[in-house]
């Protein structure tokens, strides 16, 4: 399992390694080649997640570490089965 993480989400790192292969990136630097082969995305606003980041890749679940989801193509991510969760409150 391999999970890109948001490297200015607080107190995250360290979090997952034990579990699975864990890349950090600037919200801001995930592209498709980087994601293509994820199966979980954890990021912030600065992350757009639509179908130019997200269309062919193995990309399961997008966790956003914001209450909002203005950032994600909620549409885009049902159809292709992408699952949504954020952090409200």
Known sequence: ????????????KG????????LYRKGGD???????DADA???RTRTKCN??????????LVATATIGTD???MDFCSSSN????????
Request: glycine share 2%; with cysteine; hydrophobic share 55%.
């Open 30 to 36: 995930f592209t498709k080649e980087l994601v293509k």
């Open 82 to 89: 992408i699952k949504v969760v954020n952090a409200a409150g």
């Open 51 to 60: 179908a130019l980041l997200l269309e062919n890749t193995s990309v399961k």
């Open 1 to 12: 399992m391999k999970i890109v993480i948001d490297a200015d989400i607080p107190f995250i």
């Open 41 to 43: 995305l954890i990021v």
């Open 15 to 22: 979090v997952f390694e034990q579990y699975c292969q864990v």
């Open 71 to 73: 950032h994600i193509d």
